[in-house]
Structure formats: structure tokens, C-alpha cells
């Protein structure tokens, strides 16, 4: 029977989700794509399980593609499946860190990666301290949470900043006060990471005037060739955050890369316009392969290789 994979996703028609799917079958695998929000998790002290449509789910591995608007639904549910010894690209606390902003530059600072000067103010009195600390207007003020660039800004005076840390403590939004590297202004370095290593990287430029340059805000996309401190940089912020597929996106500041953020369900399809079609899929996986094998060998059951290998010396045996 062919290893099952899941891919939680709620958009089976998105270009990363077809993708991801393709890559899989082609590598083997028998692909289901389930909408996260319609599993039932069953918790108990023999292991649990996860039930779809009235019958338990049963796979060999999971890919989480969670949306920013069901991160905690998705955790609690890629939590069971590892609890169910399943193998998942990624983790549920790979995908909790990657969330939090915050979190993730407290735990980026531990491994040495560099990141910007940043402050989370949890009163807006204390926004000017925040904005000296960061070196002063203009700097950025983003949402903690945020995602797709919709709450990063640029406050270009004292007054601005106070603006929008006030008015992001009213919405009970996380305000972030961050240093603004100029010299990247409206550009970045997003490197795909898949299992320790830098399977491809792009730059992104901003559209226009526009200083945010997502490729959601009709940023460009172009290839690029990264140093190998940009990739080792990129490669430690994922597996600090404990990520096996991270988009990195790394600013190239004056001093070398400064990590912004680490995205754990990264969109491909930006990144293979520049590569190449199906290139990252493939190395997702290949990775899943790798650990079908890993969690086989570590369970006694042997590998393709190994009936391989015992048939040609039961042969032999025989001869
Ligand atoms: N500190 C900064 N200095 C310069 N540009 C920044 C800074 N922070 C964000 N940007 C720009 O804004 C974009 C979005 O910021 P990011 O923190 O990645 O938020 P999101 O999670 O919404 O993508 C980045 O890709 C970058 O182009
Ligand atoms: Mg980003």
C-alpha cells in the first residue's frame, strides 16, 4: 500500500496546495487534502485520534498548510497528530513560534541570528522610549501577528508612531516597534528552507512608492544568488524555530542579513516562478520520503532497500 499524506489546507485549488499534492503522488504518496476545521480531535490516554466525516483519519504523514486566521484551531490539531506518532512538515510548535513575531526574534537572538532592533509596547506611553531604542524616525510599527504585510508601517515621525501604537492597543493588536533598515527599503531575501537546508531564494521588490514588499502586495519576484552567511543564517532561524519548511525573509542591511520573520506554510508560487516550476514541492517531498524511511528503520519495518537487499541474499542462500 503507498505511504498516506495529508495536506491540511483549506484551499485544495491554491497553487502551493496543488503543488505540494503533486510532488507527493508523483513521489509515491497517496494524497488527501482535508480542510483542518472539519477534523474532530479525540484526546484519551491511549493516544487519541482524529476523525473526519465519521471515520478515523489515518495517514503515514501531514503537511499543515494553516492560515493566519486559524492558527490556534490548526496547532491543537497537527498537536494530535504527532501525539499519533505521525510525521509532520511542520511541527505544532514550529508553527506556534513562526506566529508570534516576537517570540520568534526572542528565540532568533538565543541562536546568534541576527535580527532588527525590535520592542513590543504594551502601553503607548512608552512608544517614544520604544522609538529611541530603535534608532530614532523613521522606524516600523507592525502588528505582532500580522501577515501579508497588511499591518506593517512606516512612521516617519514621533507623533505618527504614537498614532499607531495607540490605535493597535485599542484594537488589542500587539504593536512592534522596529528598527527601519533603510538600505533594504522596499526589498528583501525570501530563502526556502526544506529540512536544513537553502532549496532556493528570491528577492522581492516593493511596487512603487510602497516599502512593504510582499509578494501579496504586487511586489516582483527575481532570482538571486545568496552568500553562504545568508544561507546559514536562514538555515539556523528555521531550525531554531523547529521548522522543517520555513520561508526566511531576510532584509540585507548594511551589516550583513537581518532576519524579519519565518514563515511556516510559505507560499510557493512566487518562489517557483523564480525557480522553477515544482522545485520546492519536490524537495518537500523528498524530504517526506526521508522520513518515511527514518521513522520504518526506527520501527523495525524494513525499507524498500533493505527487502531489496534480503531478497538477493535469500538468492544467493539458494544458488
Ligand atoms: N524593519 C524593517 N525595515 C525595512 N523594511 C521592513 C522592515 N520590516 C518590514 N519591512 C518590509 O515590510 C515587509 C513586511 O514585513 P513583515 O515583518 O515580513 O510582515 P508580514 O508578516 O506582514 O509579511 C517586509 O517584507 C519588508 O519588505
Ligand atoms: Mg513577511
Keep these: 500500500m503507498d505511504p498516506r499524506l495529508v495536506i491540511l489546507s483549506r484551499g485544495p485549488g491554491l497553487y502551493s496546495t496543488k503543488q505540494l499534492a503533486r510532488a507527493a503522488e508523483e513521489a509515491g504518496w497517496a494524497v488527501r487534502i482535508i480542510d483542518p476545521l472539519k477534523l474532530t480531535v479525540l484526546v ?3 493516544g487519541g485520534r482524529i476523525y473526519y466525516k465519521g471515520w478515523p483519519l489515518e495517514c503515514e504523514a501531514v503537511i499543515p498548510r494553516i492560515g493566519h486566521s486559524i492558527t490556534r484551531r490548526g496547532v491543537h490539531v497537527v498537536r494530535q497528530f504527532e ?44 512608544t ?16 505582532n501577528e500580522g501577515t501579508h504585510g497588511s499591518g506593517v508601517f512606516l512612521a516617519h515621525t514621533e507623533q505618527q508612531a504614537r498614532q499607531l501604537v495607540y490605535q493597535m492597543l485599542e484594537r488589542d493588536m500587539r504593536p512592534l516597534v522596529q ?7 522596499g526589498k528583501d531575501i525570501r530563502a526556502l528552507v526544506v529540512g536544513g537546508k537553502v532549496v ?10 510602497e516599502f512593504r514588499s510582499n509578494f501579496h502586495l504586487g511586489g516582483s519576484v527575481e532570482s538571486v544568488d545568496i552568500s553562504p552567511r545568508f ?6 532561524a528555521a531550525s531554531k524555530l523547529g521548522l522543517d519548511l520555513a520561508g526566511v ?14 514563515n511556516s506554510s510559505p507560499g510557493l508560487e512566487g518562489i517557483e516562478s523564480v525557480v522553477g516550476e515544482g522545485l520546492v514541492a519536490g524537495e518537500v517531498a523528498k524530504l517526506l520520503n526521508r522520513r518515511l524511511e527514518e521513522s520504518q528503520a526506527e520501527s523495525g519495518i524494513p525499507s524498500s532497500e533493505d527487502v531489496t537487499e534480503m531478497h538477493r541474499e535469500s538468492s544467493k542462500a539458494r544458488d
Excluded: F
Design 128 to 143: 517614544i522610549r520604544a522609538v529611541n531604542q530603535v534608532g530614532g524616525t523613521p522606524c516600523v510599527i507592525k502588528s
Design 83 to 126: 501525539r499519533m506518532g505521525v510525521i509532520v512538515i511542520n511541527s505544532s510548535s514550529g508553527i506556534a513560534r513562526s506566529r508570534d513575531k516576537l517570540v520568534a526574534c526572542q528565540l532568533m537572538t538565543e541562536a546568534d541570528v541576527p535580527v532588527p532592533i525590535t520592542a513590543n509596547v504594551g502601553a503607548w506611553e512608552d
Design 179 to 185: 528598527e527601519y533598515i533603510q538600505e533594504s527599503h
Design 44 to 46: 484519551d490516554d491511549e
Design 200 to 209: 532556493a531564494a528570491m528577492r522581492r521588490r516593493a511596487h512603487g512608492s
Design 249 to 262: 525573509d531576510m532584509l540585507e542591511s548594511s551589516n550583513g542579513p537581518l532576519v524579519l520573520e519565518v
Design 231 to 236: 544561507e546559514e543564517i536562514a538555515c539556523t
